[in-house]
Nanobody, 124 residues
Framework: QGQLVASGGGSVQAGGSLRLACTAS????????MAWYRQSPGKEREGLAT????????RYADSVKGRFFISRDNTKNIAYLQMNDLRPEDTGTYFC?????????????????RGQGTQVTVSS
């Protein structure tokens, strides 16, 4: 069974940048769609970005479009989330997720592989 491990969180001031990484290890049966989501206090879980195995499927939440960018290095089994122009409302715990085969948008319930979260704190 494969595992996902997220890293790269931290504390930054508004306007700053962070890059999160999600490393997939172990055995995955098929191609993976990779995704990022976050959980903020008092808010519902929010899917942020998703990217297909071959880069042929890409979606962003409106709240991060133009500021966050998802990418992946399939040779290293790593997915990244580059976060620019961070805002205090971006504060939360960020998680990576994956599902077998095709992506299905930003509804995280469809993603059956989940990693532990990494905390992002943005101060004003």
């Amino acid at each position: 069974q494969g595992q996902l491990v997220a890293s790269g969180g931290g504390s930054v001031q508004a306007g700053g940048s962070l890059r999160l990484a999600c490393t997939a290890s172990g055995y995955f049966h098929r191609d993976l769609c990779m995704a990022w989501y976050r959980q903020s206090p008092g808010k519902e879980r929010e899917g942020l970005a998703t990217l297909g195995q071959n880069g042929n499927y890409l979606r962003y939440a409106d709240s991060v479009k133009g500021r966050f960018f998802i990418s992946r290095d399939n040779t290293k089994n790593i997915a990244y989330l580059q976060m620019n122009d961070l805002r205090p409302e971006d504060t939360g715990t960020y998680f990576c997720a994956a599902k077998d085969d095709a992506c299905v948008g930003l509804t995280m319930v469809a993603y059956n592989y989940r990693g532990q979260g990494t905390q992002v704190t943005v101060s004003s």
